[in-house]
């Protein structure tokens, strides 16, 4: 009995021990405030908690994704969709017209509001006829066409003396280079060396020669410029004139750079191929109103900045105003303008000059034109006569470059008489009999050295 008594009397404590332990636990959670007790409220409803913040989080970042897209073009997103455009923003095409609309308004504005240019004289009409009736009376011809395309070469250089006499040589030699290939082709050939214009300096003169020459000679289907530091190195290739029958200009380039990339550097209009006609006269005088220096030059100069992304701030050049004629109003400049890429119409001297030796042992002129045989190799950017040369070259190194090719191609005219250079780098020749018992001597000795 007493027993039974002590273990009630336990039973009782116990339960008045634990009721005193919920409240004393209530009061010290109630003190930590509604969050802290959120933590014990059991693990189904922390659950619940973490699945509630996963879809705020999932929705907010939907919204976010939704915000992005709306500022993007979704037509460049679908399938099948044009490639967007280069430049300092993505444009759509209707975008970019109306871009290079008000630019090219601009450039006229500006063009006009300052004296008239008037260097070529008024703009030339119905060429096109008076050149067939002059053709005709030449020929004595009723058809009034030539039966073989007749193409002047057309190349200038300073008045004045180089700053160095290697400058004045290469000059001499790049002249009797160009001079070859056009006696071994029929080629009539242009050599200037008047001061033209006070105004039309440096690059632009070649657009007041070739239009002088045009009306002088309409007889001349086709005008070939090539600047003063452009080398014929395979003396035996010939243009390819069939496939320009469609179109007016030739050109090194690449159509995507162009027209997608809008890239000043996508040409090279350091050599071009212009056709004797109507749309070659209408386009030099688009061409040329930005040329006068001083303060045209300068302020056309931001013209084509603002059209060409990646072309930096200085006066307006040659190049980057036909890239800019053809950019802005591809239909009428652009579509017979034939950009050449499948062999080296112009081709970089950088990348090809080492190669020769190369070439000579594995290849033959007259068949490529490529990087197995260049058709031309352009000493761009070395400026042996000005010395205006670009820092990424030295002079001796652009000069024995020059040098290499200049004997590179005599090889393909001497050869035809016996004789070769002793070593490209070297004026003086010898008969190709001593250079080939010269050559299978040293193999031989070269061989027995390594037998040994």
């Known amino acids: ?43 189904s409803f922390q659950s619940r908690v973490v699945r509630a913040m996963c879809l705020i989080a999932v929705v907010c970042t939907f919204g976010i994704v939704l915000l992005s897209l709306s500022t993007l073009d979704l037509s460049t997103l679908t399938i099948g969709s044009p490639r967007p455009v280069y430049g300092p923003q993505r444009m759509t095409s209707e975008e970019l017209r109306e871009h290079l609309a008000s630019i090219d308004k601009g450039l006229q504005e500006f063009l006009s509001a300052n004296k008239p240019f008037t260097k070529f004289g008024p703009p030339v009409v119905g060429w096109d006829e008076t050149r067939k009736e002059a053709i005709r009376r030449s020929t004595n011809s009723s058809s009034g066409v030539n039966p073989k395309p007749r193409i002047m070469l057309i190349t200038s250089s300073h008045p004045r003396k180089c700053e160095n006499k290697q400058g004045d040589q290469m000059l001499l030699k790049s002249i009797k280079n160009k001079m070859d290939y056009c006696r071994i082709h029929g080629i009539e050939i242009y050599y200037n060396m008047d001061h033209i214009d006070e105004d039309m300096t440096s690059w632009w003169v070649k657009t007041f020669l070739t239009h002088m020459l045009m009306k002088e000679h309409p007889e001349i289907d086709w005008f070939w410029w090539m600047d003063s530091d ?59 109103p930005m040329s006068p220096r001083g303060k045209i030059r300068d ?20 190049q980057s105003g036909l890239v800019y004629l053809m950019v802005t109003d591809r239909e009428r400049w652009g579509s017979k303008v034939f950009l050449e890429s499948s062999y080296y119409f112009q081709g970089y001297w950088k990348v090809l000059t080492e190669k020769f030796e190369d070439m000579m042992e594995k290849y033959q002129p007259g068949k490529y034109g490529d990087d197995r045989w260049p058709f031309v190799t352009h000493f761009c950017g070395c400026e042996f006569c000005c010395g205006a040369i670009n820092p990424e070259y030295t002079v001796d190194r652009c000069l024995t470059q020059m040098e290499r090719a200049v004997n590179f191609a005599d090889n393909q005219v001497i050869g035809r008489y016996g004789f070769i250079h002793k070593m490209l780098k070297s004026a003086e020749v010898e008969p190709k009999d001593a250079a080939k018992n010269r050559t299978e001597k040293a193999s031989v000795v070269a061989k027995s050295k390594k037998a040994v």
């Open 299 to 318: 302020g056309a100069g931001k013209f084509l900045t603002k059209a060409l992304p990646d072309r930096g701030d200085s006066e307006a050049d040659d």
């Open 230 to 288: 452009a080398i014929f190195t395979d003396m035996s290739f010939q243009l390819p004139l069939h496939k320009y029958e469609k179109y007016n200009m030739v050109m090194h380039g690449w159509d995507e750079v162009v027209y997608e990339k809008r890239s000043w550097l996508g040409l090279n209009a350091g050599v071009f191929l212009l056709r004797n006609c109507q749309w070659s006269m209408d386009m030099l005088h688009a061409w040329a």
């Open 1 to 43: 009995m007493r027993l039974r008594v002590q273990l009630q009397e336990q039973r009782r404590g116990k339960s008045i021990l634990r009721s005193k332990m919920k409240e004393d636990n209530k009061k010290g959670l109630s003190s930590m405030g509604d969050d802290a007790w959120l933590l014990f409220r059991g693990r």
